[in-house]
């Protein structure tokens, strides 16, 4: 069963630049089609401020496409982004597609406090995880924040993904990954460097893959769980009479050390096959 | 409760000789025309008084002329803009800056002598083995140890424990031993013996943390033994800020028979140490602390205690003669440096040992108990923020850091916007310190450390910060 199908409603997305930025709302408002699910085209607009902790769910629900319109929010004039397109499929925008918006959305933020209100906006949009899923096994190593990160490959091979985080700002950051990646197609996930994703750092240097910076962590965790669900797919396949399978961390040849284990990404991958 | 037990330099207070530190031109400018004159005046006003050291409000130590004042202008990359915002430098716990004497000792190596040390006897060589051999020297003297030999060069305090673990801990532990050590202790103190206890059955044992969130050395006093063979602890705690009474605890791990190793990473940069006093066997540090260059650090070790342990790493240098089915080591400490030492960095080592003991360490430690006294006052006055660590007293002292969290905000948050918006650098996470912090029932906290060239003008900047970035994020919630 596809776990995606009992999705029903969309969240909008708001943001809050203090500028406008041409690229990014131009006179006639572009919609940047932040959506997850290709059925769910006709949305409504509803704009959470806060995560709703009914939401919490399995299959997280994203968003649409978005609209910009002005609004007054924490003293700065802002931007409100609505959702409220019916976006044909082939409107869809591609990994490529997002990653280039995202960093064009951020570059447009030059002054550092915009970028962290941007975040902190993203971050409240983000549903929150269940308290069952904030376990040692899905934690994101490797931050100073805590991560916790879920993967599901789902039946028609494409990638979902459940994060939250115990930071604002770091909840920000997995909110953007989440958008560009939830749905993905495996390969186009994997093609996503962070230098591509570099204009999204908040005071981090581009370059150069640091402990602290924790959504490189998530963008890496990712991909190695994709890669991790797809060698399992391709494993499952070529089995017969498989219904469900999930990966569990790796076990590693020689044991642990010091009691201690070598964690280098701590693949939890599920996948489901009908 | 812990009182603390500060080795003192000797009753006369060295004046600060910025003169002969500071090459900054109108630094010594300024200072030849005002500062030491006024600097002398407070300070031995401040000196009668500081054994008295209620919370502090503002002393007289930290007004203009102050250390930090002074000595600000020796430090280059503390004049910097971040984000359109004067830096102020608050993560002095993670790693010190480094005043123009350190940086100008490194240029001149690599510029003037840069060559391989013990190996040829062209004059480069020679010169760059004297300046080696010296830094070691301004080691042995600074922490008071009998003789140069009783330094070794590591590339951190973490290589140094490292040392210590699998040389003397895998020649000397047998199953059943016990090695005793805090909960508080750096990963760096913890992770070693978790792999030699492992490796030869040597049990390690953890000394729990008081109600006042100090290490208890009550506790840790009844836990030793006869098994007890090692006692590795930190001298002040680079979260909680505690200072362990060092030398009685050391004297009570020799009563059993048991040797001791010392963290003093956080204790070498600020205040006196003196390895003869505490008779400490083991200790360790690491330059970047103390205003030295990163790449090296150092153990101390009591010479009869290094003369029997084996090497730990194998390669030139620490050889007296090599065969090919076995080799003769050299003597300490030749026999724990195999390869080409980070040679540059140790030099730069010495120039910061130069530079901190002109202006004398007990002065930094004076200022920075006020300094730290004052951060205390007025962070503990902002609301909903918890400072983790004994409160300062008369009895009891406080190193000059805050390790806190605010009520509701991730202290990562809290240090990406301090540094985003005000320009002000702290530390957030676990400050490599996980057990700690899984004690105190937390994920992360944030840490506010000073250094002597921190002013009480840093410590008011990073208040203000903290209340807007508080103000701001509630505003979202
Ligand atoms: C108390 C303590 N011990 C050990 C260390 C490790 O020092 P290094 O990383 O230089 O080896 C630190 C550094 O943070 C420390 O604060």
């Keep these: ?32 089609t932040f959506m997850k699910y290709p059925s769910s085209f006709l949305t409504i607009s509803s704009i959470p401020t806060k995560p709703n902790p009914q939401s919490c769910s399995k299959n997280p629900i994203f968003f649409t496409s978005i609209r910009c319109s002005r609004n007054i929010r924490h003293g700065l004039s802002s931007v409100s982004c609505l959702i409220m397109e019916e976006a044909p499929l082939d409107e869809r925008l591609s990994v490529v597609d997002k990653v280039r918006s995202l960093s064009l959305e951020f570059r447009s933020l030059s002054e550092p406090i915009d970028r962290v209100k941007r975040l902190l906006h993203y971050a409240s949009i983000l549903p929150p995880l269940c308290e069952s ?18 993967v599901r490959m789902n039946s028609r091979g494409s990638m979902n993904f459940s994060v939250d985080s115990d930071s604002e700002i770091t909840k920000g950051f997995c909110s953007c990954l989440m ?28 370059k150069g893959r640091s402990r602290v910076n924790t959504w490189h962590n998530v963008l890496f965790s990712m991909q190695n769980r994709t890669k991790d669900c797809v060698q399992e797919r391709k ?19 020689g044991g642990p050390s010091a009691n201690g284990s070598y964690l280098e990404s701590e693949p939890k991958c599920s996948f489901e096959v009908k | 409760m812990i009182t ?64 930090g004042h002074i000595t600000r202008s020796d430090f280059p990359i503390l004049h910097q803009e971040i984000n359109g915002l004067k830096l102020v430098y608050l993560d002095n716990a993670a790693t010190s800056q480094k005043p123009r004497a350190v940086i100008e000792a490194l240029q001149n190596y690599y510029e003037a002598y840069n060559s391989n040390v013990h190996r040829g006897i062209h004059y480069l060589s020679a010169k760059a083995t004297d300046e080696y051999e010296s830094a070691r020297q301004k080691v042995a003297n600074f922490i008071h140890a009998a003789e140069a030999k009783e330094i070794i060069f590591t590339r951190n305090a973490t290589e140094a424990i490292n040392l210590v673990a699998y040389s003397w801990g895998l020649s000397n532990l047998k199953p059943g031993d016990e090695i005793i050590t805090t909960i508080a202790e750096h990963h760096s103190a913890i992770v070693p013996w978790q792999i030699v206890a492992q490796k030869t059955g040597a ?38 800020a505690s200072v362990l009474p060092m030398d009685e605890v050391i004297s009570w791990a020799h009563d059993v028979g048991a040797k001791v190793l010392v963290d003093a990473c956080q204790s070498v940069p600020h205040m006196v140490v003196d390895v003869k006093n505490l008779d400490t066997d083991f200790l360790v540090g690491s330059s970047h602390k103390m205003c030295g260059p990163t790449g090296v650090g150092f153990l101390y070790g009591k010479s009869e205690i290094l003369s029997g342990m084996p090497p730990f790493l194998g390669g030139g240098e620490m050889i007296a003669d090599v065969y090919l089915d076995h080799s003769t080591y050299a003597e300490p400490p030749s026999r724990f440096e195999a390869g080409t030492p980070a040679i540059g960095e140790a030099i730069g080592l010495g120039a910061a040992i130069d530079y901190i003991s002109e202006i004398g360490m007990q002065q930094i430690h004076d200022y920075e108990m006020e300094l730290g006294n004052y951060l205390y006052d007025r962070l503990s006055s902002v609301s909903d923020v918890r400072i983790y660590g004994p409160a300062p007293s008369r009895t009891v002292k406080r190193a000059a850091l805050c390790s806190f969290n605010v009520k509701d905000i991730h202290p990562t948050d809290i240090a990406t916007f301090l540094d985003q918006q005000h320009g002000v650098a702290i530390r957030s996470g676990h400050h490599c310190a996980q057990p700690l912090h899984r004690h105190l029932g937390i994920n992360a906290s944030a840490r506010a450390s000073l250094h002597f060239y921190n002013t009480k003008d840093d410590v008011d900047k990073f208040i203000d910060a903290l209340k807007d970035t508080i103000n701001f994020f509630t505003s979202f919630k």
């Excluded at chain 1, 409603?9 to 708001?14: E, K, L, M, R, V």
């Excluded at chain 2, 033994?225 to 680079?238: E, I, Q």
């Design chain 2, 4 to 67: 603390t037990t500060t080795p003192m330099e000797g009753a006369m207070l060295k004046l600060p000789c910025l003169r002969s530190v500071s090459r900054n031109t109108n630094f010594t400018n300024r200072s030849s025309n005002s500062f030491p004159w006024s600097y002398r005046r407070l300070h031995i006003s401040a000196s009668a008084s500081a054994s008295a050291s209620a919370p502090l409000v503002e002393g007289p130590k930290l007004g203009p002329g102050s250390l």
């Design chain 2, 203 to 240: 049990v390690l044992r953890f000394v729990n943390l008081t109600e006042d969130e100090v290490p208890d050395v009550g506790q840790l006093r009844d836990s030793l033994s006869s098994s007890t063979k090692l006692l590795v602890m930190h001298h002040v705690s680079n979260m909680l």
């Design chain 1, 179 to 206: 958008w560009v990646f939830d749905g993905a197609e495996p390969e186009e996930i994997l093609s996503v460097t962070a230098e591509d994703l570099g204009d999204m750092n908040v005071g981090l240097p581009k």
């Design chain 1, 1 to 32: 069963m596809d776990s995606s199908s009992n999705l029903n409603f969309p969240f909008t997305i708001s943001c809050t630049p203090t500028k406008l930025n041409p690229q990014f709302c131009p006179q006639k408002p572009t919609f940047l």
């Design chain 1, 133 to 150: 899923a904030r376990v040692q096994e899905n934690r994101v190593l490797g931050c100073t924040t805590q991560v916790w990160l879920e």
């Design chain 1, 235 to 253: 494993r499952a396949l070529s089995l017969e009479d498989l219904h469900s399978l999930v990966i569990r961390p790796h076990e590693h040849v």
